[in-house]
């Protein structure tokens, strides 16, 4: 079935779910971002909070976003967003979502602690991670493998190291910094689930991604807007790949 577009006057619903636990690096920015970036288009946008504290997570809203967070944060957004099953059913739809860092390990099949101990995540995303010796902290630079959107940059911070499995596919190749840690790769995608290590936030450094997940909630190609010469002076200078 083919999903009508939304018009003009139309309200488009962004979740940013549980910023008390996955709140890190500043990642809620994300939905001030893509809030923005439909408001310069004349659409109407609504910034849902949803706190741990609730019963579960709605299935109303067009787009998800998930931030980064450590350990015993992630283990209670799997157990939170477990319950009623609502991001699943809602991904099962085709709606867009984002995770960023814990994030990430969240929306995949499996996370080890920094205890040594396995927890399932979600399974959104054909995901696993596991620590790794050293922390990955610092510029990160990727060639996105999504049509359209170029090299991504943002820093990282994280200890986790993860490998696509086969039912996912990377967001991109390194160009420098560390990513998943493993085959040169970062991020992973399955259908409209995307997944980075990427902080910045990382919607704000990278439009063209924004743009992406906006178009997909939006259910139409999205008109241009201005250039901005001071963030195009901007992102070619930390687009610039390091020796």
């Not at 003009?8 to 779910?17: G, K, M, P, Q």
């Not at 910023?19 to 109407?44: H, K």
């Not at 959107?149 to 490998?163: A, K």
């Amino acid at each position: 079935m083919t999903e009508a577009p939304l018009t003009d006057e139309s309200t488009v619903r962004i979740a940013l779910v549980v910023p008390d636990l996955l709140g890190t690096y500043g990642d809620r920015g994300n939905a001030l971002v893509l809030a923005q970036r439909l408001r310069w288009r004349g659409y109407r946008a609504e910034i849902v909070t949803v706190l741990s504290s609730a019963e579960s997570l709605p299935e109303s809203c067009d787009i998800y976003l998930l931030g980064g967070g450590e350990d015993v944060a992630q283990q209670a957004a799997v157990s939170f967003l477990r319950r009623g099953n609502g991001l699943r059913r809602a991904v099962d739809s085709g709606t867009a979502v984002l995770g960023v860092c814990g994030g990430l390990q969240v929306l995949g099949t499996r996370f080890t602690t920094g205890d040594g101990k396995h927890h399932a995540g979600l399974g959104l995303v054909d995901i696993e991670t596991r620590p790794g010796a050293d922390r990955a902290i610092g510029e990160l630079g990727t060639r996105s493998e999504l049509p359209g959107i170029g090299v991504l940059t943002g820093f990282e911070n994280h200890l986790g190291r993860s490998e696509v499995g086969d039912d996912a596919r990377p967001l991109g190749r390194v160009l420098h910094g560390t990513g998943n840690g493993a085959d040169g790769v970062e991020g992973g995608v399955t259908g409209r689930v995307v997944c980075t290590y990427l902080h910045g936030p990382v919607l704000a450094r990278n439009p063209a991604l924004a743009d992406t997940v906006l178009s997909w909630a939006v259910g139409a190609p999205l008109d241009g807007l201005p250039d901005f010469p001071e963030l195009e002076r901007l992102r070619a200078e930390r687009t610039r790949v390091r020796g």
